[in-house]
T-cell receptor
Framework: EPEVTQTPSHQVTQMGQEVILRCVPI?????FYWYRQILGQKVEFLVS????????KSEIFDDQFSVERPDGSNFTLKIRSTKLEDSAMYFC?????????????FGPGTRLTVT | DQQVKQNSPSLSVQEGRISILNCDYT??????FLWYKKYPAEGPTFLIS?????DKNEDGRFTVFLNKSAKHLSLHIVPSQPGDSAVYFC?????????????FGTGTRLTVIP
């Protein structure tokens, strides 16, 4: 069964550094999402992406964040200048046309640790 | 703003018995409710949903009950199997506005004891 993949599985970075988290959604999916989960807290929506542009974004998704689909397969989340509070598990998700938006396929996540 | 709450961080159940996972919400505007299951080192997987116009939805061993007056929903798994051991997230949404209004609970870790 096709899967959403994410790399790396764990990223450690110093405060102030830029990080890029990568996701490869399932090939025929058209809608893409990023979520994060701070340890011990709830999963939170960050941003949705469709047709090469952002559809929705949450208050968390400020100017430090950006998303891109650079080559038609990868879907990336960039954090320009990381802060300690960006430490979290970041999940990418996608779903195809014809499915309900909440029936998303999630990747395994990237654990980001900012020191 | 804890709009969706799962007050039990963990639950242990014997194999073959019923597992009941509970979830409470505060926003009466929510009109769709979902349960996701998450295994270690994997992302959440959509499990079952219920619209606010229903009070029950069943899919195999999984049944979700919605009590709108109490702003409470529950997931019943019967019979429970060891493979059901996972973290279960409740989520609620205002369906027309999509994922920007998808609110998750903090999860309940279910352990099914063989």
């Amino acid at each position: 069964e096709p899967e959403v993949t994410q790399t790396p599985s764990h990223q450690v970075t110093q405060m102030g550094q830029e990080v890029i988290l990568r996701c490869v959604p399932i090939s025929n999916h058209l809608y893409f999402y990023w979520y994060r989960q701070i340890l011990g807290q709830k999963v939170e929506f960050l941003v949705s992406f469709y047709n090469n542009e952002i559809s929705e974004k949450s208050e968390i998704f400020d100017d430090q964040f950006s998303v891109e689909r650079p080559d038609g397969s990868n879907f990336t989340l960039k954090i320009r200048s990381t802060k300690l509070e960006d430490s979290a598990m970041y999940f990418c998700a996608s779903y195809p046309s014809g499915r309900a938006w909440y029936e998303q396929y999630f990747g395994p996540g990237t654990r980001l640790t900012v020191t | 703003d804890q709009q969706v709450k799962q007050n039990s961080p963990s639950l242990s159940v014997q194999e073959g018995r019923i597992s009941i996972l509970n979830c409470d919400y505060t926003n009466s505007m929510f009109d769709y409710f979902l349960w996701y299951k998450k295994y270690p080192a994997e992302g959440p997987t959509f499990l079952i949903s219920i619209s606010s116009i229903k009070d029950k939805n069943e899919d195999g061993r999984f049944t979700v009950f919605l009590n709108k007056s109490a702003k409470h929903l529950s997931l019943h798994i019967v019979p429970s199997q060891p493979g059901d051991s996972a973290v279960y997230f409740c989520a609620a949404a205002t369906i027309q506005t999509g994922a920007n209004n998808l609110f998750f609970g903090t999860g309940t870790r279910l352990t099914v004891i063989p």
